[in-house]
């Protein structure tokens, strides 16, 4: 049995530390509220505005440390609110996303892209990969069991050494399975 | 291939038409909007609030005619918006399930239960469960494709002379599927 603990991502924003200064004043820094599964990845105390154009979200929690590219990563059911039709993307590949507008403490600014749905994945450390014979980029098929069980195509994985074995869902996903961090999901193909 | 039509149910309630009346003032029916995929069941022109503990939808579209009792169906992203947690029931099976405050331009009322986050299930006219030879309350696994594709598990059939075939699943579902209105499942077990 393959088997994998299960954490459901909230809608969340990457900013760059160009975006984190302009946002929260020179000088500033992002700040850990607690630790995320990935080593070295954490909640930051900080939270902005996103605004779209249909609707907006005034707290949304900053994941640091900051990245290269500010990413804004929404379940569908949030893209719908905002207003817009961002695509399924893995991290980091924001190439023709949507735009939106970011509100901070310290100022405002429109991105041109960088709102994704994030595809869904799991993270392997290489020592799971290998043990499992699973490859980086492959895609699987795991079963999330319970009264909404349901088996979901196309997850992703992602290997690396810097990884622990977790898989990431979303709020839509998660609702629509019943699932909640924590559950454990088993990888069936 | 068992291939079925695929129908998203957004949040909606049923009223009693005792509930109508209350809530819309007397001698008040249901009007019709639109039609739904089932024969005789129409979207209402009339919406309600309906309020929870923590939040609350300002209109909630109304389906009739009229029922038995009064049922608010969500998502579990609208459970969680209200303050609720409702369980996964078959639709009309409410006992022991929250409560809810409903609002309309003549009056508001507060029901002991009768909120639900309805189970997935497909209809079936009774010649299409015959042809396929699927049993009333038998549970189906049903796949949806696409880069989001996955097999949902434990989805209801419901089979009768008054239903027409579609499959209904709620928003969260939908959107862990990337599935829209129109689409099409395929019944694989």
């Not at 490859?135 to 979901?152: F, H, N, P, S, T």
């Not at 195509?153 to 990884?163: L, Q, Y």
């Amino acid at each position: 049995m393959k088997q994998v603990p299960v954490g459901v991502s909230a809608r969340h924003i990457h900013l760059s530390q160009e975006h984190v200064v302009f946002l929260f004043g020179k000088g500033a820094e992002l700040t850990e509220l607690k630790p995320l599964s990935q080593p070295g990845q954490f909640a930051a105390n900080e939270t902005v505005e996103v605004i779209g154009p249909k609707g907006s979200f005034p707290k949304v929690r900053i994941l640091g440390p900051a990245r290269k590219r500010t990413q804004l990563e929404v379940s569908r059911t949030d893209a719908f609110a905002l207003g817009l039709k961002p695509p399924v993307r893995e991290s980091g590949n924001i190439a023709g996303t949507p735009g939106i507008t970011i509100k901070g403490p310290a100022g405002e600014l429109a991105i041109e892209e960088g709102v994704i749905v994030a595809a869904r994945h799991i993270h392997f450390h290489t020592s799971d990969a290998e043990r499992w014979g699973i490859a980086d980029k492959q895609r699987l098929k795991v079963r999330l069991g319970g009264e909404r069980g349901m088996v979901l195509e196309n997850v992703v994985a992602r290997v690396s050494p810097d990884f622990a074995l977790d898989m990431h869902i979303d709020t839509d996903e998660a609702n629509a399975a019943g699932a909640l961090t924590g559950d454990t999901a088993e990888i069936v193909d």
